[in-house]
């Protein structure tokens, strides 16, 4: 791959953010379009005749928004990371917490 391509990605975004948010996030919008499309009732192959007879204003409109969503939501992603790591570490304490554990131990679980 081209090194001068790479830094200049980088430069534009934090390569922490490439790695845990934008590439996952890539990875999952593209595997829902890919299920959605394989589990519609429609032939597959019919749905690219259709996107071969758009014009190309649509088409690129099309993929501005859905690269713009990909990055809106891994920059979500991104910005929650620490909440969610502290979720799964145990140390975000959730309503109802206390009861549960509560109740847990009164029933000798």
Do not use: H
């Not at 005749?49 to 939501?73: C, P, Y």
């Not at 145990?90 to 847990?104: D, I, K």
């Amino acid at each position: 791959m081209n090194s001068k391509g790479i830094i200049s990605i980088t430069n534009i975004f934090e390569r922490n953010f490439l790695i845990n948010a934008l590439i996952p996030c890539f990875i999952f919008w593209t595997l829902i379009i890919i299920i959605t499309i394989l589990g519609c009732e429609q032939n597959p192959l019919r749905l690219i005749e259709v996107w071969d007879r758009q014009n190309g204003f649509l088409k690129i409109f099309q993929i501005i928004a859905s690269v713009t969503f990909i990055t809106l939501s891994a920059n979500i992603l991104f910005s929650q990371s620490g909440n969610i790591i502290r979720f799964y570490e145990g140390y975000w304490g959730f309503p109802g917490r206390v009861r549960a554990s509560q109740t847990l131990l009164t029933k000798g679980l």
